[in-house]
């Protein structure tokens, strides 16, 4: 299982709609199809999801530091040797979804070869996963209306609702028309990306006290150190680090600081070999989790429910696993399938990728095509 090459093809595609959120919005998925090359003639995929505004990686980024940084480095490497292969790429600062996709892209090779499915040698604790779905920013009635299709379509009883507008009653009034219109039997909870401050958070949840939330992830900046504290010691439920818990250290820092008491984990970030770590982290500290959506497509989905699907404390929660019904098209040759409210991962050999050629020769970016 020698690793003789690895390729970072960067493509794009629109969005349906824009989606909008507190730390920014996008209209195209600016991803890198991530392809790593065995001495076996396997072939191991997976995406890594340019989000500038959250981790300061870009398309360009991205493939710069695959191509220039990592790949000389770990080509002629076994992908056996993972951690040798994350010791190569640690010695670059930053890049978490750039390191993630390779790492995916490994265990895809590492899976194919053996004839297993990833998610059976992760842990194979199950074969699917509920499904959570985003809604952002919009209309109440808007908001409304596309949870109710999302009900009706794919039997999704899971949202998560974009906050953080200014004033908060904006997002109260959707929380509570999402409530009354879809009635009790629906889940919700609320994710700030950073956009209030620490008071303007416990005033909202406080107005929405008689909502029945189930979680509040990342309202206020984790920056602000003593407001963040002082709201998670006040916050009614399970207060959620997102993006102020890319790394293992962060993890163990802010629930040990009390700055959260859950941890949302998103593959696109902490690849497998990582996200393993953040989850027994949290499951040796007694911290729930939610595996979390980077916006991505459909590869970057298949890798979340592979992940979510192999652990008992990752399927106890809904994952976000709908996001890619945003995107107006998608480069998988077989399309995933949402059916009554949950996903399936895929019981073949690695993670179950298959790239259509059409499309990734439509929607790539660079001159290969």
Not at 177 to 189: M, N, P, V
Not at 223 to 236: A, H, I, N, Q
């Amino acid at each position: 299982m020698k690793i003789t090459a690895m390729e970072a093809i960067p493509f794009a595609i629109p969005y349906t709609k824009p989606l909008r959120f507190a730390s920014g919005e996008v209209h195209s998925a600016q991803h890198v199809l991530v392809r790593v090359h065995s001495d076996d003639g396997v072939v191991g995929l997976a995406e890594a999801p340019a989000r500038p505004f959250t981790y300061g990686e870009t398309q360009e980024s991205i493939v710069a530091a695959i191509q220039t940084l990592f790949a000389p480095g770990i080509v002629g490497m076994s992908a056996m040797d993972r951690e040798a292969v994350h010791a190569v790429m640690d010695r670059t600062v930053g890049n978490p979804t750039a390191k993630s996709a390779v790492d995916m892209a490994i265990w895809d090779v590492i899976g194919k070869t053996l004839g297993q499915p990833v998610t059976a040698l992760l842990g194979g604790y199950s074969d699917s996963m509920r499904v959570s779905h985003m809604l952002g920013f919009a209309e109440p009635a808007k908001m409304v209306a596309e949870a109710e299709r999302m009900r009706e379509t794919y039997g999704i009883t899971t949202f998560k609702v974009k906050v953080g507008r200014k004033p908060f009653r904006l997002d109260v009034d959707v929380c509570r028309a999402l409530r009354e219109e879809l009635g009790e039997e629906i889940e919700l909870y609320i994710d700030g990306n950073r956009g209030w401050t620490a008071s303007e958070s416990l005033r909202a949840l406080n107005a929405m006290a008689e909502l029945d939330l189930t979680l509040a992830e990342e309202l206020c900046p984790a920056d602000d150190v003593l407001g963040r504290k002082w709201l998670v010691e006040r916050c009614p439920v399970p207060f959620v680090a997102d993006e102020s818990a890319t790394r293992p250290g962060e993890v163990t820092r802010e629930l040990l600081n009390g700055a959260a008491n859950a941890v949302s984990i998103k593959t696109a970030r902490t690849g497998f070999s990582h996200s393993q770590r953040v989850l027994f982290q949290c499951d040796g500290l007694g911290a729930e989790v939610v595996m979390g959506n980077q916006i991505d497509g459909q590869l970057g989905t298949l890798c979340t429910v592979t992940f979510g699907a192999a652990f008992k404390s990752t399927t106890l929660r809904a994952g976000e696993l709908s996001n890619f019904l945003d995107m107006s098209d998608d480069l998988l040759a077989e399309p995933l399938e949402i059916v009554d409210g949950r996903l399936a991962a895929r019981q073949v050999p690695g993670i179950g990728i298959a790239i259509d050629p059409e499309k990734l020769s439509k929607y790539r970016l660079d001159q290969g095509n």
